[in-house]
Structure formats: structure tokens, C-alpha cells
């Protein structure tokens, strides 16, 4: 009898269904290669088949000169070979840097997701599936803790994403980006792959230490585990932790937040005044209702204030608006009555008697 084949590693099949048209985004990297190799064995099993609609997505991102050149041949190669339906993309990234001063990183990521968000909204696939790692999970769990975020930040890589479109104000997408492997880690991956004798490619930018990521992943998380050995599982746990505890306050947000926040000022005689100048946004909240609530939620219910007019501020310009509205000292702000706050995003706010007020004036191009 013929060796019997070790058993495929188990991936989440949480998200997908029977007749699902699903694209695995392939980079020619390990974990790629074994998360399109994995269901298409799957999608061929004589038992238990996924039945689904398997297809491929590359993106060239016009970095790594010849060596990008032959990841994508590498892949085409593989697609080939295993009768998969391919997309390719080639995006600017240097390019797209240089005029919207994000990073390469930034810049990679934002090209990508675009061509992630064109086949989704055209229909050629209900899912985008990318092949993120319990490794990967870990790293961005510490590098979220490292640039101080708060728990929606700590969820980093959910296992499933869902997509707006680039308009104002953002609608949804139909379809998602799935990530099946989430929990198993690179090393399970790569050892499935020496099972399958499949090579796969090896981005030499991964090695350079010029990225937090890479200094993460080879300097400082080998030091880490030394301590805790069990470190991804342990941060693939907080990240968890995080996404449900964010999921709940977001309940209950959405139910306090039409119960506290008011629209514009208060006027003489009643009511209240909104601006009619194009691109002005403002609300206002209660100081007596904010002082009814603990402080764990009066912190949320401002910076969720502040997310509806688009700002998100950081933890001290949240700790300055608690204490413009009289709930924390604070040495350079004095919550009298018509002080003023100037914070990131082009947020303001503006303490009166009874309430904290927070606005966004247009941005003025400069002539």
C-alpha cells in the first residue's frame, strides 16, 4: 500500500460556504503558497470537498526590481499547474508614496486593499482570502502596544474584514477578507509545504531592518518568547480579547450615543443652532450627563463624539477633553466657561456652563 499523505493542516472554514467564489491573494511567500495549495487540496478532497470557486490575485507592486519580476512568474507558474484562474495586478507603490507621503508600507497596503475592494465590488469574488499567521498576528498585536493603541487597535487582524468604498461618507462593499489561517503558525505552514515538496519564494525586504516589522520579528519576539515560550499564542489571546471587548462597548455606544449627544449650541429662547457653512461639523454634550456616567464610558462616549465628526484622538488629547469638561486636572487647561481646545484632525472644543462642545471648521486651502 502506498504511503498514506500526513493529514492537511486545519484551517477556520468558518466563513466559507458551498458555491462561495472564493481569491486568494498569493505574494509567492511561503504562507500564501501553502493557504492556495491548502484549499485547493481541499477543493479537490474526495470527501468533505469545500466546493467552491477558487481563483488567485498577484499585485506587483513595482518594488524589489527582477526579484518581484520572478515571484510573478513563480506564481503564474504555480496557478498553471494547478489549473487556477489568476489575476494580475501591477500597482505604482514608489509612486503613490511620493505624492501621498504615506510610507511604502502605508502605500503597499492602500494599492492593495484597492485591488482587493475592485474585484469584490465587481462581483468576481465574495471573498478576498489572505493568508495572515498566528506570527503575523503576534507582531502586529506589539507593534499596535508599541505605538500606543487603544483596544481597537490591540483586536489587530481580525478573521474576518469587512470593506467600505473610498466615498464621503464610506459605503459598504458586498463581499469580505477572510483569513483561514489565522491560527496555525508560519512553521505549521511551511512544514505542510516540505509534505507537498512546493518551494516558494522568499522577499528579501523581510530581512531588512529598516522596518519595525522585521526588527519585531527577528530581533526582539525571539527575546520575548525566551521569557514566554507560548508569546504568540499568549498575544493571538489579547488581540481576542480586545476585538470582544471593543464589539461590546460598540453595542453599547450605539445605544447611549442618541441619548447624549446634541446637535450644534444651545440658543437664546431655546433650541439650538447649526452651522449651515459647507464642511462645518459640531455637537454637543450635557456636562451633567457626562458626570452621570463612570469614567470608563464617559472616555469612550467622547472619543466616539470625536470619530463622528472623523477625528480620532490619542489618548492625552482625550485626557485634555476630559479635563475641559471638569473630570481630570490637568496642568495647562482650566475648565471655565469659554475655554477652548485646539486637537489632531482639525477637531476643536469649547466648554460653556452646561456642555463640552466639540467642532470641525473647514479646512481653508491656503491662496
Not at 71 to 81: A, S
Not at 236 to 243: G, H, I, T, Y
Not at 280 to 300: F, H, K, M, V
Request: proline share 8%.
Amino acid at each position: 500500500m502506498p504511503p498514506k499523505s500526513p493529514p492537511l493542516p486545519t484551517f477556520s472554514r468558518e466563513s466559507i460556504r458551498p458555491g462561495d467564489r472564493l481569491c486568494v491573494a498569493i505574494s509567492g511567500g511561503s504562507d500564501s503558497v501553502a493557504l492556495l495549495l491548502l484549499l485547493h487540496l481541499s477543493n479537490t478532497a474526495d470527501r468533505d470537498a469545500l466546493g467552491v470557486g477558487l481563483s488567485a490575485v498577484h499585485i506587483h507592486h513595482n518594488l524589489r526590481g527582477p526579484e518581484a519580476d520572478a515571484d510573478q512568474t513563480f506564481v503564474v507558474d504555480l496557478c498553471t499547474r494547478l489549473n487556477i484562474p489568476l489575476h494580475l495586478q501591477q500597482v505604482d507603490v514608489p509612486a503613490h508614496a511620493a505624492t501621498t507621503r504615506e510610507t511604502i508600507e502605508e502605500s503597499a497596503r492602500t494599492l492593495r486593499y484597492r485591488v482587493f475592494r475592485e474585484l469584490l465590488s465587481t462581483g468576481q469574488a465574495d471573498a478576498i482570502l489572505t493568508a495572515h499567521t498566528r506570527d503575523d498576528q503576534a507582531e502586529t498585536v506589539l507593534m499596535k502596544l508599541l505605538r500606543g493603541a487603544w483596544t481597537e487597535g490591540l483586536s489587530a487582524i481580525h478573521p474576518i474584514l469587512l470593506l467600505e468604498d473610498d466615498q464621503t461618507p464610506p459605503q459598504k462593499i458586498p463581499g469580505k477578507i477572510v483569513r483561514p489561517v489565522l491560527g496555525l503558525s508560519r512553521a505549521q505552514l511551511e512544514a505542510f509545504l516540505r509534505s507537498q515538496n512546493q518551494s516558494w519564494r522568499t522577499d528579501s525586504s523581510n530581512a531588512d531592518p529598516a522596518y519595525t516589522r522585521n526588527r519585531l520579528r527577528h530581533t526582539i519576539l525571539p527575546l520575548l518568547r525566551e521569557e514566554n515560550p507560548s508569546l504568540d499564542q499568549t498575544l493571538a489571546n489579547l488581540a481576542e480579547l480586545a476585538r470582544e471587548e471593543e464589539a461590546k462597548w460598540q453595542t453599547d455606544l450605539n445605544r447611549l450615543l442618541p441619548q447624549l449627544l446634541l446637535p450644534g449650541k444651545p440658543v437664546r429662547g431655546g433650541g439650538r443652532s447649526v452651522s449651515t457653512t459647507p464642511g462645518s461639523q459640531s455637537l454637543s454634550i450635557e456636562i451633567d450627563r457626562l458626570r452621570a456616567l463612570d469614567p470608563a464610558t464617559r472616555r469612550r462616549v467622547l472619543r466616539a463624539a470625536a470619530r463622528q465628526l472623523a477625528a480620532r484622538p490619542c489618548f492625552d488629547d482625550t485626557a485634555r477633553l476630559l479635563a475641559l469638561a471638569g473630570f481630570a486636572p490637568h496642568p495647562t487647561i482650566n475648565p471655565r466657561p469659554g475655554a477652548t481646545l485646539e486637537l489632531a484632525n482639525n477637531l476643536r472644543a469649547e466648554r460653556s456652563v452646561r456642555e463640552l462642545r466639540l467642532y470641525r471648521e473647514p479646512t481653508r486651502e491656503p491662496k
